[in-house]
């Protein structure tokens, strides 16, 4: 379930913290900073990234994570990615 009460700091602690995910985040809330922190932990979290912040250092981030992750990169930075990691 989304909380919706919280400030932003209080997502990004409780993101750091592990006791929330993004998709429990509000999308508003979904900074590449946060995003960031998630992916590092969970390369899976990157399904919940919004389109706009899937850039190349968090996908690399992710797919680095787990390889699965590489599903919600998007396609026009699969391939450096893939040469970049050697996968």
Do not use: H, W
Not at 26 to 54: Q, S, W
Not at 57 to 81: G, M, Y
């Amino acid at each position: 379930a989304i909380i919706m009460e919280l400030s932003y700091e209080e997502y990004y602690s409780a993101a750091r913290r592990n006791t929330l995910t993004l998709k429990q985040i509000p999308k508003p809330f979904r900074t590449t900073l946060l995003c960031m922190l998630c992916v590092n932990r969970d390369g899976l979290e990157l399904a919940y990234v919004p389109e706009k912040v899937r850039r190349y250092a968090l996908c690399k981030t992710a797919v680095s994570q787990n390889r699965d992750a590489l599903e919600f990169v998007p396609q026009e930075l699969k391939p450096l990615i893939l040469k970049e990691l050697g996968l």
